[in-house]
């Protein structure tokens, strides 16, 4: 097939599943053309047979106060339908890759492009829930061949939601699990808790550092903090008037990712919101047990008492005591972890989202 692929370039769960489903494509021989305002984070520095990506380029108008990019990309993906022939868009995100790909189908008739959009959440729970958005979210669900989302708790809130009657494939995010595996040797001493995201208000990093704070008032450890986004500033502020400041590393965005688990002992996650929860599976592969928020589609990958904890949304005290249990104990963290990569493995493999991924495209070619 020749696939399209449309997802944003920056760290996030999206762009990393996207660009994982572009190579594994490639591997099968599929044409796939990468369209986005910048080369996808996975993509850099990867000159992978198979992918070709083409960067969207907006253009400034002095009467517009905003770059009108969802026009531009609509524009690139007709341009690059039209001259390497491809057969479907496959957009992450509704808006505003959805509403492109319907323009660019529209431009580029009367051959049958046909779009295929993939829910990841927050297009859903944020954009599609204000008011303004929210009629041209559904306009966009019902307008593509196909949509998918990576949750059985989205699928539901997305039918809630808008009232949409059609159908919503269900795909579960995956990983690599031979990339993600724990490393031996690197296990770090004194035990270190672990939490990695893009620091907006819905990630909740305060919270890690309340909960790291109760837990270092009972044992020693350190706190690693990944990533980086608004709510960093404020969040080493409170390391700082907490008084943990000294124990505490923030260090920014890293591609070492599975060294920085591996070396970890919990992975904390006390998200106010996740569909999925990427980071989550992306540990759990990595042999660390997972202390989360009970919420959303995070009870379809962490599974409770299994491979970690579920907790009440903002419940920063058992978090707390489910982490200190898990560094006391060793043979509790072990436990946890081994189990949490046999989930990982058996439920959330490339193999399984790639086969279903197919079938979506093939209904919409037949």
Not at 34 to 45: A, K
Not at 71 to 87: D, I, S, T
Request: net charge negative.
């Amino acid at each position: 097939m020749r696939i399209g692929i449309t997802c944003h370039a920056t760290v996030g769960g999206s762009g990393a599943i996207a660009v994982a489903l572009g190579k594994l494509l490639a591997n099968r021989g599929h044409r796939v053309h990468f369209i986005c305002h910048d080369i996808p984070f996975g993509l850099i520095g990867d000159r992978h047979p198979g992918i070709t990506v083409h960067e969207v380029e907006v253009t400034q108008y002095p009467p517009l106060k905003y770059p009108p990019y969802g026009m531009a990309l609509a524009v690139k993906m007709a341009e690059v339908a039209n001259l390497a022939r491809l057969e479907l868009l496959h957009v992450h995100y509704a808006i505003p890759h959805a509403l492109s790909a319907y323009l660019a189908r529209e431009m580029t008739a009367p051959e049958r492009l046909r779009v295929v959009c993939t829910l990841h959440g927050t297009d859903i729970t944020l954009v599609g829930a204000d008011p303004s958005y929210q009629p041209l979210v559904k306009f966009c669900i019902e307008a593509c061949d196909a949509v998918t989302s990576v949750s059985n708790w989205l699928t539901e809130t997305v039918s809630r939601s808008f009232g949409i009657t059609r159908r919503v494939h269900t795909i579960y995010n995956f990983i690599d699990v031979g990339e993600f595996r724990r490393i031996e040797g690197c296990a770090s001493a004194p035990p270190s808790v672990v939490h990695i995201s893009n620091f907006r208000p819905v990630k909740r990093a305060s919270d890690v550092i309340k909960v790291f704070k109760r837990v270092r008032d009972k044992v020693e450890a350190r706190l690693i903090m990944v990533g980086d986004g608004p709510d960093r500033p404020r969040t080493i502020q409170l390391a700082r008037e907490l008084g943990i400041a000294s124990d505490v590393s923030f260090i920014g965005v890293s591609e070492s990712v599975v060294g920085i688990l591996s070396s970890a002992d919990v992975f904390l996650l006390p998200s106010e919101m996740e569909s999925f929860g990427l980071a989550a599976l992306e540990a759990m592969a990595c042999e660390v047990p997972v202390v989360a928020t009970n919420i959303g589609g995070l009870n379809e990958v962490v599974e409770d008492g299994e491979c970690g904890y579920l907790l009440p949304l903002g419940d920063v005290e058992s978090m707390a005591l489910r982490t200190i249990e898990i560094l006391t104990h060793p043979q509790l963290r072990k436990q946890l972890g081994e189990q949490g990569r046999a989930i990982a493995v058996e439920k959330f493999n490339p193999a399984s989202a790639l086969r279903a991924y197919l079938a979506v495209y093939e209904s919409v070619l037949s």
